[in-house]
């Protein structure tokens, strides 16, 4: 049983953890290039934990120029087994206002100008992301939210959309009849990517605005953005205090086999695999490889 070890992805206001010991940030390299930023190593109530800014500190780099792979890569080569995706988003539900955090439990992926896979030609795999979220990471973020009194909704649709402009009103009341619940442009394909990785991983959205569908909100602008952000920044700290012990005992194997996605994904005769790709891949896919 590999020792549990907690990554987070902090998004937009969450550029540090508070209450660490043993804190230091190091650099990381990784096959596909620099992740956003240095990562942040240290303990929290005794718990391992992995942080990494994902726009990099002082939010430097839009979502479509985000370095997913090295991102995803980065926490893996670190150590972490478990991987807690903070993300600000949109909604487009008239029950879910500005201030709610959604368990998120499902994407759409709208994205067309990103690298999507640690494989390519030389090793090729297909994984399922039928369930892309671990229900055990969300249950222990439901429990944590729940003990700290935040607005919570567990289960949701989050629509990843390219950016880094906001919908226009027709998009956005497409998105609306499709069932989405929230809207975002960050974790696609971060979570593909962390089922590749054999990572169990879950999202935390936390709600910034009403997209522009709402009668009330006739456009989104940085300057509302940024102030939720700041109130939601310190909700999620909190989160991830709370959370972080709950995940201290870690399961021999994931309940929904995150750990293994692996097992039935490649296809590629061993034979005719690309030996330079599987040096690339040790890390990602050294279990099955």
Not at 112 to 138: D, Q
Request: overall charge neutral; proline content about 6%; glycine content about 8%.
């Amino acid at each position: 049983m590999s020792e549990p070890v907690l990554g987070i992805i902090g998004g937009s206001g969450v550029y540090d953890i508070d209450g660490l010991t043993d804190r230091a940030w190091r650099k990381v390299a990784t096959p596909y290039g620099a992740p956003s930023d240095e990562l942040l190593f240290g303990k929290l109530d005794g718990q391992k934990l992995v942080f990494l800014p994902r726009h990099g500190r002082g939010h430097r780099i839009p979502p479509s120029e985000l370095n997913y792979r090295a991102n995803v890569h980065a926490l893996k080569q670190s150590g972490v087994t478990d991987v807690v995706s903070i993300s600000a988003v949109g909604s487009l539900r008239e029950d879910l206002p500005p201030g709610t955090f959604v368990i998120v439990d499902q994407f759409i992926d709208r994205t067309f100008a990103r690298v999507k896979s640690f494989f390519e030609t030389g090793l090729v795999a297909h994984v399922s992301c039928a369930n892309p979220v671990c229900a055990r990471l969300g249950d222990a973020l439901e429990q944590a939210a729940k003990a700290l009194a935040l607005p919570v909704k567990r289960g949701g649709t989050y629509l990843v959309m390219e950016g880094p402009q906001f919908s226009t009103k027709a998009e956005s009341q497409l998105y609306r009849t499709w069932g989405c619940d929230v809207i975002g442009m960050t974790n696609m394909p971060e979570a593909k990517l962390a089922r590749e990785a054999e990572l169990c991983y879950a999202t935390v959205a936390m709600v910034t605005d009403f997209d522009c569908w709402h009668p009330g909100h006739d456009s989104v602008t940085v300057d509302q953005v940024i102030k939720v952000l700041v109130a939601n920044a310190d909700n999620a700290r909190a989160l991830v205090k709370g959370v972080a012990p709950l995940l201290r005992h870690r399961p021999a194997a994931c309940p929904m086999g995150c750990d293994h996605a692996l097992d039935h994904a490649l296809i590629t005769a061993p034979e005719v695999r690309d030996q330079a790709l599987l040096a690339k891949l040790k890390v990602v896919a050294g279990r099955v490889l």
